[in-house]
């Protein structure tokens, strides 16, 4: 848990500690004592990491799980986003998890994998692990499909498309894009020859391995001039309302538009 995130401001933060002896462990948990509700003390140095390693690839396998279904439920014409909040009115056995155009951040795309090559040390496959990896990389091509099918039902084509990607930052109210998944569908777009701009409130430039871009401000005019607007990240400070009704084209990879109702110019993942 990170204390200085505001989202944490609001629940029970907890910390795991272990040190390298007894001692160490007592002083780590006198520290965190101070700053968090609760701290669990476990055996070793070795736990506590491997409890943040469980952490971050639970949550990469359900994620993995959520994007395939999505996927199956887009082949069977069923709203994936509806399944998922029916299921989650059980009261016991589930936990809600939603899909998206990837994962990004510091944690969830690396820690697992990190887990996944050590126990191959130890001449085991994590294979959970790296088949939820696999499912979760796919899917800004997985989005990119999207924009290519919905642009192909107006008669047009991704090459020479103006594309809006909005939001860049690996998840939403933040200014990271650590392994966000923007840009990596920024890439893709500009391979089959996109003309791509984004907007992000929160990141003013974008320079990651060969991208150079500028945010680009959101005028009713550049949403109407776009071909399609691919929504990447959910700020809260978007309108959506704004957004869904100047557009020619909305793909929404975050189920952001929720409130809107169904449009005939937004396309789900």
Request: glycine letters at 8%; charged letters at 25%; hydrophobic letters at 40%.
């Amino acid at each position: 848990m990170d204390p200085g995130n505001p989202q944490y401001h609001t629940r029970n933060i907890t910390k795991v500690v272990g040190g390298y002896t007894k001692t160490c462990t007592d002083l780590a948990v006198a520290l965190y004592s101070q700053a968090v509700d609760k701290v669990f003390p476990v055996a070793s140095t070795r736990v506590a990491e491997t409890v943040k390693l469980l952490e971050n690839t639970f949550r990469s396998v359900n994620i993995g799980l959520v994007n395939e279904m999505a996927i199956i439920c887009n082949k069977l014409g069923i709203d994936v986003w509806e399944v998922i909040d029916a299921a989650a009115t059980k009261p016991f056995g589930f936990m809600p998890f939603y899909p998206g155009p990837g994962i990004g951040g510091h944690c969830i795309p690396l820690d697992p994998h990190y887990l996944s090559w050590r126990v191959r040390l130890e001449g085991y496959e994590a294979r959970f692990i790296e088949l939820a990896g696999q499912i979760n990389r796919s899917m800004p091509e997985y989005v990119l499909n999207k924009v290519t099918d919905a642009l192909n039902d107006k008669g047009k084509a991704v090459k020479g498309a103006k594309i809006l990607v909005l939001g860049v930052a690996y998840k939403n109210d933040i200014n990271d894009v650590r392994e966000s998944p923007a840009l990596d569908f920024i890439k893709l777009l500009q391979n089959k020859g996109a003309k791509v701009s984004y907007h992000d409130p929160y990141i003013k430039d974008l320079s990651h391995e060969g991208l150079s871009m500028k945010s680009v401000t959101l005028t009713d005019s550049t949403l109407k001039s776009s071909d399609a607007v691919v929504l990447i990240t959910n700020h809260k400070i978007f309108d959506y309302k704004r957004i869904a009704g100047k557009a020619k084209l909305v793909i929404d990879s975050r189920n952001a538009t929720k409130k809107l109702g169904k449009r005939k110019n937004v396309v789900k993942l």
